[in-house]
């Protein structure tokens, strides 16, 4: 295991660093992470893809369940833990960053769109499953007052879906391969913000371990590859950064 400094030293020095994210890192923006108690996710049930697809009611559902994290999503705005993965760019240490998060919040941290594989999709976009029509959220959400239908594409009719990844739907094939390669490119690999239960996006850090690069976790709880990590903190990532900034500010 290496200390903090020593990893700040891995960090000073490297210019091959990939970053893998998840709900965690957006918790300090305000938008809840997956398995906070009382949080939206234990209120409503995930709509896996086949039911969003075959019935009018769990649509409904799911965007109600969109309409009630509409608000905060829309206001949330990139924290330090985003800033401090968009500085690593600026330094031109950066690979690239791989995030399980639908938030957009890497993006407009000022991280270029190239640098950024998002496995599980966007909800920064809503898009017509029929003939891939692409609709800004904003003028399909005003559309879902009162006691409402599911949306439906202006041109097809076709059913409009968040461009996010459901349970049960296929992974991204251009996003699947990026992360790989970069993954495969690693000499460090941190992970900053995920339980690393959902799979296939928890077996990246695995690879990039498995290829020798440093794996580092920062992350509240405790998480199943800790064990596995060259480096792990346990803390909020806040935090983490603020004091992190300065170790590795001369690198
Ligand atoms: P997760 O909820 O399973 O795990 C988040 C982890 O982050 C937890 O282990 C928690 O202890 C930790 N954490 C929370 N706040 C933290 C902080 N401030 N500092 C350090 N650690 C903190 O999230 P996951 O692994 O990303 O998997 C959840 C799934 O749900 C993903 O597939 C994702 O697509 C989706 N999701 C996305 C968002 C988002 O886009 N922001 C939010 C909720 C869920």
Redesign the pocket.
């Given at each position: 295991m290496m200390n903090l400094e020593e990893f700040a030293g891995a960090i000073r020095e490297s210019r091959e660093i990939v970053v893998f994210?998840?709900?965690?890192?957006?918790?300090?923006s305000g938008?809840?992470?997956?398995?906070?108690p009382g949080g939206i996710?234990s209120r409503y049930r995930p709509v896996s893809f086949q039911e969003f697809i075959s019935s009018e009611e769990s649509r409904v559902e799911a965007w109600k369940r969109r309409l009630e994290t509409y608000a905060v999503d829309q206001n949330a705005k990139p924290n330090i833990?985003h800033y401090f993965v968009q500085s690593l760019n600026e330094k031109g240490k950066l690979i690239g960053l791989i995030?399980?998060?639908?938030?957009g919040?890497h993006s407009q941290s000022g991280l270029p769109e190239d640098k950024i594989v998002e496995?599980?999709g966007s909800?920064r976009t809503i898009r017509c499953l029929e003939c891939s029509k692409s609709y800004d959220p904003v003028i399909i959400m005003e559309r879902l007052t009162g006691n409402f239908s599911s949306p439906r594409c202006d041109d097809c009719g076709g059913i409009l879906k968040s461009a996010?990844?459901s349970f049960g739907q296929a992974m991204p094939e251009r996003a699947m391969r990026q992360a790989q390669e970069w993954t495969e490119q690693a000499r460090i690999f941190i992970v900053?913000?995920?339980?690393?239960?959902?799979q296939p996006?928890?077996s990246f850090p695995v690879i990039a371990r498995h290829n020798g690069a440093v794996l580092a976790i920062?992350?509240?709880?405790p998480?199943m590859l800790d064990e596995y990590a060259s480096f792990a903190h346990h803390?909020?990532?806040?935090e983490?950064c603020r004091r992190f900034n300065s170790m590795i500010a001369d690198g």
């Open positions: 994210t998840g709900a965690g890192i957006s918790t300090e938008i809840p992470d997956f398995r906070s996710w833990g995030t399980q998060n639908v938030d919040l496995l599980h909800n996010t990844i900053m913000g995920s339980s690393l239960q959902v996006a928890a920062i992350n509240r709880e998480t803390g909020a990532i806040g983490f």
